[in-house]
């Protein structure tokens, strides 16, 4: 198996803004139960994507434990500045 899968809520599902927030707070279980078992210290390489609040999650990651974290990749998959400008005529 894969061992524990961590999830979300509805809360998440209906209040798209959490997500990263909800991703962070998985992460630090997982983390929390890693760094608790025997030998060297656990690292990470966080890969997720532009879509759903990732970039916030790995940042929050990046902050909170910079000796864990080994990189962050994110797939381009939304422009942020689409949004920002006028669609064309």
């Not at 209040?15 to 608790?36: D, T, V, Y």
């Not at 940042?59 to 962050?72: F, G, K, S």
Request: aromatic share 12%.
């Amino acid at each position: 198996g894969i061992g524990e899968v961590l999830y979300g809520s509805v809360a998440e599902w209906a209040l798209q803004h959490r997500k990263g927030w909800r991703k962070f707070e998985n992460f630090k279980i997982l983390h929390a139960n890693l760094s608790s078992s025997p030998g060297p210290p656990v690292q990470y390489i966080f890969i997720g994507d532009t879509g759903e609040l990732d970039k916030e999650a790995g940042e929050r990651m990046i902050l909170a434990y910079p000796h864990h974290m080994r990189a962050l990749f994110l797939h381009v998959v939304h422009d942020e500045t689409s949004y920002e400008e006028d669609p064309p005529a």
